[in-house]
């Protein structure tokens, strides 16, 4: 049987900007560590889409046709990376978290980083195929983790049926986390806390 996948995305979806107010502090395209050095963005020529919307071309592109992301910020000396998303998280049919591991993960594991905050409110859908390549992430972190913060419900259910929630931190706080009024360092300083006081 085909598999068809509907992702109803808001018609403003194009006017949705990843965060832009930490440019002052880091910028992926000005990083020679990062996976999207160099690359170079316009205002106004959109040409990414998901299914047939456009997105704003600020959001980068990893290989995927439906998912796009942002790194938002790197901190080498404290080895953690927040990365912000947008779109449907779709494994099934786009292979999403190898691409997103061999393109993007792999290279910051690589540089030390073993702390994700990965930002999820404008990822619509998740679609499973197998563990495969959550289970590689979560066994290179090290003494790290992987946090999911401010994902929408039904993708937080769609995470938990497929059994992935082994490979993540996520629920309580992390699914309501007013992140933008802080700077990265207290939205790793905040997040790191809240781990430790789970683990108590």
């Given at each position: ?30 990083d ?33 046709s ?36 061999r393109?993007?993960?792999d ?9 994700f ?40 259910d ?29 939205v ?13």
């Amino acid at each position: 049987m085909e598999y068809i996948s509907i992702c109803f995305l808001p018609l403003h979806v194009h006017t949705i900007e990843p965060f832009y107010n930490w440019q002052h502090l880091y910028e992926a395209s000005k990083d020679a560590n990062s996976p999207f050095f160099g690359r170079e963005y316009s205002e106004f020529e959109f040409t990414n889409k998901i299914y047939n919307f456009l997105i704003h071309p600020q959001w980068d592109d990893f290989g995927s046709s439906t998912l796009y992301i942002k790194i938002l910020f790197i901190d080498y000396d404290e080895n953690y990376a927040i990365i912000e998303f947008i779109g449907e998280w779709n494994d099934l049919i786009n292979n999403d978290i190898m691409l997103l591991k061999r393109n993007v993960i792999d290279d910051l594991i690589y540089l030390g980083i073993n702390k994700f905050i990965l930002i999820g409110e404008n990822i619509l859908n998740y679609h499973f195929s197998d563990d495969s390549y959550y289970e590689e992430w979560f066994d290179e972190n090290n003494d790290g983790w992987i946090v999911l913060l401010n994902f929408r419900t039904h993708v937080l259910d769609e995470i938990k049926k497929s059994g992935l929630d082994y490979y993540f931190i996520y629920g309580g706080n992390f699914d309501d986390f007013d992140w933008r009024k802080f700077s990265p360092g207290q939205v790793f300083g905040n997040v790191s806390k809240e781990i430790s006081k789970r683990l108590l």
